[in-house]
Nanobody, 116 residues
Framework: QVQLVESGGGLVQAGGSLRLSCVAS????????MGWYRQAPGKPRELVAD???????NYADSAKGRFTISRDNAKNTVYLQMNSLKVEDTGVYYCNLQNVWKFDYWGQGTQVTVSS
């Protein structure tokens, strides 16, 4: 079993910053990718950013220039630094871990609310 526990969500004013953390524990498989997804009310879950074992990163267009994803392999932790937050960044943020066999694990989600 793999557990992903997110933290760092909350309520912030537009223009503010938040840092999300996700710690993986349990029988951690061979990790391929770790990332963050967002689900806004009434919308499908969408990729925000991910980071591969190589360190290469991938961002949604909406996150480029404002968000930074990073990873501490020794701590099995992935971070998402979010700056210049906008109201449209509001949603539940889910941590994702994909193993080398392309099986996905998900955290329980953390709420991010950006007020105007």
């Amino acid at each position: 079993q793999v557990q992903l526990v997110e933290s760092g969500g909350g309520l912030v004013q537009a223009g503010g910053s938040l840092r999300l953390s996700c710690v993986a524990s349990g029988s951690i498989p061979r990790i391929n990718i770790m990332g963050w997804y967002r689900q806004a009310p009434g919308k499908p879950r969408e990729l925000v950013a991910d980071i591969r074992n190589s360190g290469s990163t991938n961002y949604a267009d909406s996150a480029k220039g404002r968000f930074t994803i990073s990873r501490d392999n020794a701590k099995n932790t992935v971070y998402l630094q979010m700056n210049s937050l906008k109201v449209e960044d509001t949603g539940v943020y889910y941590c994702n871990l994909q193993n080398v066999w392309k099986f996905d694990y998900w955290g329980q989600g953390t709420q991010v609310t950006v007020s105007s």
